[in-house]
């Protein structure tokens, strides 16, 4: 059930870091109004707007699960991480931990400026917004890999 869980978790964690990405990179050209016949002006090129939906279900579902694999992080790994003396392991799960809450916190807020149909007056709330979820995203989804793969002998 554990194994099975974080899978899930990992991979629903590579479709919120895919969307938020995507979402950040347009949110950047529709303000910039930069559009070309490139690679990366076709990835920036997409409706930012379209993604908001998911990526607030993606978010609470990501951070849902790791809630549940919560118990047994606390409960195996982190003494085995305190056992091998791998404080800085321990510590940039403890900021994973708050930017999760901090990103829990701002999805409310981040969903409103998204609302259609688009508000002018949000745009700069819109980017920022944008860009710190994608920024609190990327920290957890490379801080947990990072965790997984420790080799701790549990």
Same mark, same amino acid.
Request: hydrophobic share 55%; aromatic share 12%.
């Given at each position: 059930?554990?194994?099975?869980?974080?899978?899930?978790?990992?991979?629903?964690?590579?479709?919120?870091?895919? $969307?938020?990405?995507?979402?950040?990179?347009? =949110?950047?050209?529709?303000?910039?109004?930069?559009?070309?016949?490139?690679?990366?002006?076709?990835?920036? $090129?997409?409706?930012?707007?379209?993604?908001?939906?998911?990526? =607030?279900?993606?978010?609470?579902?990501?951070?849902?699960? $790791?809630?549940?694999?919560?118990? &047994?992080?606390?409960?195996?790994?982190?003494?085995?991480?305190?056992?091998?003396?791998?404080?800085?392991?321990?510590?940039?799960?403890?900021?994973?931990?708050?930017?999760?809450?901090?990103?829990?916190?701002?999805?409310? @807020?981040?969903?409103?400026?998204?609302?259609?149909?688009?508000?002018?007056?949000?745009?700069? @709330?819109?980017?920022?917004?944008?860009?710190?979820?994608?920024?609190? =995203?990327?920290? &957890?989804?490379?801080? $947990?890999?990072?965790?997984?793969?420790?080799?701790?002998?549990?």
């Amino acid at each position: 059930m554990f194994t099975t869980l974080l899978l899930f978790h990992g991979l629903i964690s590579v479709a919120l870091l895919g $969307g938020i990405t995507h979402q950040a990179f347009a =949110v950047a050209a529709m303000r910039a109004e930069a559009r070309g016949t490139s690679f990366i002006a076709r990835f920036r $090129g997409t409706d930012p707007a379209a993604y908001s939906t998911a990526i =607030v279900v993606l978010c609470a579902v990501v951070i849902l699960t $790791g809630a549940l694999l919560y118990p &047994n992080y606390r409960m195996i790994v982190r003494p085995a991480l305190q056992s091998l003396d791998l404080r800085s392991a321990n510590g940039i799960f403890e900021i994973k931990e708050h930017l999760s809450a901090i990103g829990l916190i701002l999805l409310p @807020a981040y969903w409103a400026v998204w609302r259609q149909p688009l508000v002018p007056e949000y745009s700069a @709330a819109r980017v920022g917004l944008t860009w710190i979820l994608a920024s609190m =995203v990327w920290w &957890n989804f490379i801080v $947990g890999q990072l965790l997984v793969t420790i080799k701790a002998p549990v």
